[in-house]
């Protein structure tokens, strides 16, 4: 399996990232990727970025070192009920809206509280994917997840970070084991993220592909195996994407 993107990754716009866009971009080409998502924290997060970096996105190039380049956030998820930050006329501009479930603004609660939160996130028109639904201190229903993600069509992460660096995350090797064989039995799309804080991390997916071989996950359930499998997918909330 080739994989030829990575829709996960921060540039230093969030100040625990430490790489540019430009980096970002250059290290995509230097790993043979074809599609590139620069997805910084929103606002919420406490070094999240300012509203107005994400309402200039117009002036970056659609495509650097010959890489497509999305460009959107990684949204937060506020409150038990989904609701996430930014707004609206935000979100339509962006090529790619992730959300993900961050302590440092909503504490873990039941296991019920917080599929109260996912689900509500995946009710949002703009969110494309629920981002590393993986760490067992967040415990969520993985059957009701993958099913319901199918049902609105929304994708879930696989993220190489947990696996490989994350050490604050707990059980996500075998909460993923779990998620992805709900995923295969109900045909949810999921889409691979690097979430690279540093450019030497982009397109690096050794964790995951290997934990993907090991369970025998299908193929044609990632997106990041061709171009026209992801703009498809974005393109269904964010119509302004083309090929």
Do not use: W
């Amino acid at each position: 399996m080739k994989v030829i993107a990575d829709l996960h990754t921060h540039t230093l716009a969030s100040v625990h990232a430490y790489s540019s866009v430009s980096e970002n971009a250059k290290a995509a080409f230097e790993q043979g990727l074809s599609v590139l998502g620069i997805t910084d924290h929103a606002p919420c997060l406490p070094d999240g970025v300012h509203e107005l970096h994400f309402m200039n996105y117009h002036v970056l190039p659609q495509g650097m070192f010959g890489v497509r380049m999305l460009y959107g956030s990684e949204l937060n998820i506020l409150d038990y009920e989904g609701a996430i930050d930014l707004n609206e006329t935000l979100h339509k501009r962006m090529d790619i809206c992730i959300a993900s479930f961050h302590e440092f603004t909503l504490s873990p609660g039941s296991q019920k509280d917080n599929m109260g939160a996912y689900l509500g996130a995946m009710q949002n028109p703009y969110v494309d994917i629920i981002g590393h639904p993986d760490d067992g201190k967040i415990p969520v229903d993985f059957k009701v997840l993958a099913r319901e993600a199918k049902n609105m069509d929304v994708m879930l992460e696989v993220n190489n970070s947990s696996l490989k660096v994350a050490h604050y995350r707990l059980n996500t090797r075998e909460n993923m084991i779990t998620m992805l064989g709900y995923c295969a039995r109900y045909g949810t799309l999921v889409a691979l993220g690097s979430d690279a804080h540093y450019h030497g991390a982009i397109g690096q997916f050794d964790e995951v592909l290997a934990l993907i071989r090991e369970i025998d996950f299908p193929e044609e359930l990632i997106v990041n195996t061709s171009i026209e499998k992801i703009m498809k997918q974005l393109g269904k909330r964010h119509p302004h994407l083309v090929v």
